[in-house]
T-cell receptor, first 116, second 113 residues
Framework: NAGVTQTPKFRILKIGQSMTLQCTQD?????MYWYRQDPGMGLKLIYYSVGAGITDKGEVPNGYNVSRSTTEDFPLRLELAAPSQTSVYFC???????????????FGPGTRLTVL | AQSVTQPDIHITVSEGASLELRCNYS??????LFWYVQSPGQGLQLLLKYFSGDTLVQGIKGFEAEFKRSQSSFNLRKPSVHWSDAAEYFC???????????FGKGTRLHILP
């Protein structure tokens, strides 16, 4: 049981390049999330998904796209990289049942992205 | 607006000393409350959570937190810190199970030998 895995761990992009950050979870969680973490700013939600085929914007979605074709995978796409997207990106997942208590999120190890 | 405040950006304590990290939230109702820890270069790991019931919650690694409704606080404590506790700590809240989690900006803990 690997939990939440993210690839790559590090990446340097040039302005205008595109890339996809990969995220996979093996816990059969229905909810998945993408956050960015900037120094002193905590975590900001970029996009989230409540199940395969369903995605929605978070607090800071501009410049990003996501898809959720399977329960396990939730890739994050940067189409035209900008220096403002230099950050550490975290993927997370959780299980939410129709009723009952809220369940905590499990986080991947992160991808450190630099845009030059 | 709903918010989570961690008033201390950095805290330094000596190894073996006690620790308290502060967290306040601004919601009308009692939210779900969490503390996460992030070691350098790692993702976030859940330390403990409060949903209801006993207001003193025990977590992993010897941490505990106390929910105080009157103060809208959920402070994290540890009686004796270890050098391995050096990390960044995030308080987080969820107003209800259909809402998004909101994180505080974090408190970085430094341990003196």
């Amino acid at each position: 049981n690997a939990g939440v895995t993210q690839t790559p761990k590090f990446r340097i992009l040039k302005i205008g390049q595109s890339m996809t950050l990969q995220c996979t979870q093996d816990m059969n969680h229905n909810y998945m999330y993408w956050y960015r973490q900037d120094p002193g700013m905590g975590l900001k939600l970029i996009y989230y998904s409540v199940g395969a085929g369903i995605t929605d914007k978070g607090e800071v979605p501009n410049g990003y796209n996501v898809s959720r074709s399977t329960t396990e995978d939730f890739p994050l796409r940067l189409e035209l990289a900008a220096p403002s997207q230099t950050s550490v990106y975290f993927c997370a997942s959780s299980y939410s049942a129709p009723t009952g208590v809220y369940n905590e999120q499990f986080f991947g190890p992160g991808t450190r992205l630099t845009v030059l | 607006a709903q918010s989570v405040t961690q008033p201390d950006i950095h805290i330094t304590v000596s190894e073996g000393a006690s620790l308290e990290l502060r967290c306040n939230y601004s919601y009308g109702a009692t939210p779900y409350l969490f503390w996460y820890v992030q070691s350098p270069g790692q993702g976030l790991q859940l330390l403990l959570k409060y949903f209801s019931g006993d207001t003193l919650v025990q977590g992993i690694k010897g941490f505990e937190a106390e929910f105080k409704r009157s103060q809208s606080s959920f402070n994290l404590r540890k009686p004796s810190v270890h050098w391995s506790d050096a990390a960044e700590y995030f308080c987080a809240v969820v107003l209800n199970r259909d809402d998004k989690i909101i994180f505080g900006k974090g408190t970085r803990l430094h341990i003196l030998p």
